[in-house]
């Protein structure tokens, strides 16, 4: 964008960005701090993992029918073992999104998921995962998880610790099915693709 480029110069002839420039540039060192922490020991990678979660709330709207008061938590699910153990409440709380608190439940196979905004799959739940995608057709639930292939299988965020680092893979097709929209600045984070589940 053209405005992007209009930066002035001040009395000394140094140059001096302006205002909205600014803004893109510190939203992007935010984001590259938040987005590309380096995760080396099991229980760190998991305190990186609850911030990813929490900080993809930021970056996702939900359709309107997926709370029903203005007061509804943003819920987080966790769906097999939890790897997390405190790391995820620790992590939200006294923080809220878009003025909503955010809580966290244990859930089964068996449950619905589409009482869950976020739904954190651990690779012992692949499976159970698979059973469950034709049912958040179109539920509003933001599915993340861990295991390779996650996102090809239907997931809408994988999580991949690369060499140390966590790194994301979105499925955009999987997003649409469950009518989620990820923004774009969370896109031009990660890898994207694009698979229906």
Same mark, same amino acid.
């Given at each position: *964008?053209?405005? #992007?480029r209009? $930066? %002035?110069?001040?009395?000394? @002839?140094?140059?001096?960005l302006n205002?909205l420039?600014l803004?893109h540039l510190?939203?992007?060192?935010a984001?590259a *701090? ?8 099991q229980?760190? !990678?998991?305190q =990186?993992?609850?911030?990813?979660l929490f ?5 996702? $709207?939900?359709? *309107?029918?997926?709370?029903r ?6 819920v987080?699910?966790?769906? @097999? ?13 006294? %923080?809220?999104? /878009? @003025? ?8 089964? $196979? ?6 869950c905004? &976020?739904?954190?799959?651990n690779s ?6 698979r059973?469950?995608? @034709?049912?958040i ?8 998880? !861990?295991? !390779?292939?996650? +996102?090809?299988d /239907?997931? =809408? &965020? ?5 060499? /140390?680092? =966590?790194?994301?893979?979105i499925?955009?097709?999987? +997003? ?9 600045? #969370?896109?031009?984070?990660? !890898? =994207? ?5």
């Amino acid at each position: *964008m053209e405005i #992007l480029r209009e $930066d %002035k110069m001040n009395e000394r @002839g140094e140059e001096r960005l302006n205002p909205l420039r600014l803004r893109h540039l510190a939203f992007a060192l935010a984001a590259a *701090m938040v987005f590309q922490v380096a995760a080396p020991a099991q229980e760190g !990678e998991y305190q =990186v993992k609850a911030a990813f979660l929490f900080n993809f709330a930021k970056f996702v $709207d939900w359709p *309107m029918q997926t709370f029903r008061t203005p007061a509804d938590p943003i819920v987080i699910c966790v769906l @097999g073992e939890n790897p997390f153990g405190n790391a995820i409440e620790e992590t939200i709380s006294g %923080k809220s999104v /878009g @003025g909503r608190t955010l809580s966290v439940r244990q859930i089964s $196979d068996s449950q619905h998921p589409w009482n869950c905004q &976020i739904l954190f799959v651990n690779s012992s739940a692949l499976n159970e995962f698979r059973a469950l995608i @034709g049912r958040i057709k179109g539920a509003g639930v933001l599915s993340v998880g !861990e295991a !390779e292939g996650f +996102a090809a299988d /239907g997931g =809408v &965020i994988n999580l991949r610790v690369e060499r /140390g680092n =966590v790194r994301l893979e979105i499925n955009v097709a999987a +997003a649409e099915y469950t009518n989620i929209r990820i923004s774009s600045r #969370l896109l031009s984070l990660a !890898e =994207v693709v694009r698979k229906l589940p």
